[in-house]
C-alpha cells in the first residue's frame, strides 16, 4: 500500500508560481511511474506531467515550458516546479502512481486569478 500526500497548493496571481510536493511512504524509485494530474470543475481528470522508471518525462502541451516535474529518491518526494501560471491552470492536482497498482493523493487546490 502506498500512501501519498500533496502539499504546495495555493492562490497566487497570474503569471506566478507555486511548487506542488507529494510526499510517498514507499521507495519511490522502485515505483513504475510517477506524476501529476489536475482536474478543473466540470472536466474531466488530465495528465498534466508524468516519470517513467526509465527516466521518459512527458508533458502535456498546455504547460510545456512552464512546468517541471522533479523527483527526489532520496526524500521519496515528486515535484512540480509550476511557473507562468495562468488562470486556466486552476484546479485540484493529484499525485499519482504506478507499482502493481495504481495510487492517488489526496488532491491539492491550485487558483490561479487573473
Known amino acids: 500500500q502506498v500512501q501519498l500526500v500533496e502539499s504546495g497548493g495555493g492562490l497566487v496571481q497570474a503569471g506566478g508560481s507555486l511548487r506542488l510536493s507529494c510526499a510517498a511512504s514507499?521507495?519511490?524509485?522502485?515505483?513504475?511511474?510517477v506524476g501529476w494530474h489536475r482536474q478543473a470543475p466540470g472536466k474531466q481528470r488530465e495528465l498534466v506531467a508524468g516519470i517513467t522508471a526509465g527516466g521518459s518525462i512527458n508533458y502535456a502541451d498546455s504547460v510545456k515550458g512552464r512546468f517541471t516535474i522533479s523527483v527526489d529518491n532520496a526524500k521519496n518526494t515528486l515535484y512540480l516546479q509550476m511557473n507562468s501560471l495562468k488562470p486556466e491552470d486552476t484546479a485540484v492536482y493529484y499525485c499519482n502512481a504506478h507499482t502493481w497498482n495504481e495510487y492517488w493523493g489526496q488532491g491539492t487546490q491550485v487558483t490561479v486569478s487573473s
Open positions: 514507499g521507495r519511490i524509485s522502485t515505483f513504475n511511474s
